[in-house]
């Protein structure tokens, strides 16, 4: 078990940093938000403040980098980076399924990283189909090993029935979330992987007592090409088919934003194919709280280490500005009444 996540882990990885592994049809349709150009912003650029507030912290700016990997000694040495420019950057940071640490206590190094990242908002993270067989107690034990601000409850049934050995069985979902909702003392966030949420879960979300979600809708990484190339690559031709199939299934990231924003939830994350500062603006219009970036941000790291990661976000940072000024708004969380237009395919999926 523990040889297959880490094989698992490595391959997921390396995928990533290389592979064509990105939705092929679909795109997130934040594209669609054209922001009305304000000629008199009445705004001093130099002035402004990316500041943001999440779960009672103010980060520098509105991004996470979201939830990746841990479980082997490279995903140690990803994780340590990339938190330690969290933490520089003042950014929230993201830890990929702790799963690894359940099967394997002796891999709890792995995803500790408050040696590098102190104060800033690291997020634990765990399956629901795992957190479904375990006592509240263990999984408490879990975020508190990581030293989690919050924990990510990870949901991923498009990705488990494309991947040979995955997860069938996904009863009893809403209840495990209403449990660790009710029994945990840290935040708890229902995130997706990159197939987004609908309204209909949204609202089921909602009535559990969930007050934070991360979308993580369609058009960047799509974990369905991720297991079909590991399935073609271990010659599993029926789950590769499958995976064919498949590779495009999910709710586009601004419509995930849309269907979700007005159910009442306290944070709202935008990830998935959130690729640079304008996006990021875009989400936030549409209702998100921040948006949280993975797969650009591991392909950075695995081009120039950490100053590729540096000069990735020195750019994001630099467009989210030029956007508030160019829309006449004071600050990321006034985006959201920024005027603009939507394109009629994410007016279709807003209504939808
Ligand atoms: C290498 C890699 C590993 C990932 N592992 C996890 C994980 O363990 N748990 C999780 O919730 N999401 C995981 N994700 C999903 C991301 O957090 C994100 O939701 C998804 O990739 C869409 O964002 P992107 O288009 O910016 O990559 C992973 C993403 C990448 C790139």
Same mark, same amino acid.
């Given at each position: 078990m523990t040889a297959k996540i880490a094989q698992r882990k490595q391959d997921h990885l390396a995928l990533c940093a290389t592979g064509e592994v990105g939705f092929r049809e679909k795109s997130t349709l934040l594209e669609e938000v054209h922001f009305l150009h304000n000629a008199?912003?009445?705004?001093?650029a130099s002035q402004l403040s990316l500041d943001t507030l999440l779960f009672g912290q103010t980060l520098r700016a509105p991004i996470v980098i979201a939830a990746m990997t841990g479980g082997t000694v490279e995903a140690k040495r990803v994780n340590l980076a990339l938190a330690g420019i969290a933490e520089a950057r003042g950014y929230a940071f993201g830890l990929g399924s702790q799963r690894a640490m359940l099967v394997?206590?002796?891999?709890k190094h792995t995803f500790q990283v408050r040696g590098v990242a102190k104060t800033t908002i690291v997020l634990g993270n765990i399956g629901v189909v795992q957190a479904r067989d375990l006592p509240t107690h263990v999984i408490a034990e879990l975020a508190e090993a990581v030293g989690a601000t919050a924990l990510c409850v990870h949901l991923n049934p498009a990705m488990e029935l494309v991947q040979p050995d995955g997860d069938r069985d996904f009863r009893c979902g809403a209840d495990t979330i209403e449990r660790l909702v009710n029994e945990l003392t840290l935040p708890v966030i229902v995130k997706e992987t990159g197939c987004g949420l609908s309204r209909h879960v949204a609202t089921v979300l909602h009535g559990r007592g969930v007050k934070h979600v991360d979308v +993580?809708?369609? $058009?960047?990484?799509?974990w369905v090409g991720v297991e079909t190339k590991r399935a073609a690559d271990i010659g599993d031709a029926e789950a590769s088919a499958l995976g064919e199939l498949f590779w495009d299934w999910g709710i586009p990231t601004a419509a995930s934003i849309l269907q979700v +924003?007005?159910? $009442?939830?306290?944070t709202v994350i935008a990830t998935g194919g959130i690729t640079n500062g304008y996006d990021v603006a875009r989400a936030l219009a549409l209702g998100a709280t921040a948006a949280g970036f993975a797969r650009p941000v591991l392909q950075a790291f695995y081009e120039n280490g950490d100053a590729a990661v540096h000069r990735f976000f020195d750019a994001v940072e630099r467009q989210l500005r030029a956007i508030l000024v160019l829309t006449g708004t004071q600050s990321p969380s006034a985006l959201k009444h920024a005027p603009r237009i939507i394109g009629p395919h994410l007016a279709a999926w807003a209504t939808g």
């Open positions: 008199l912003p009445e705004v001093d394997s206590p002796e891999l +993580s809708g369609s $058009g960047g990484t799509s +924003s007005s159910t $009442g939830f306290d």
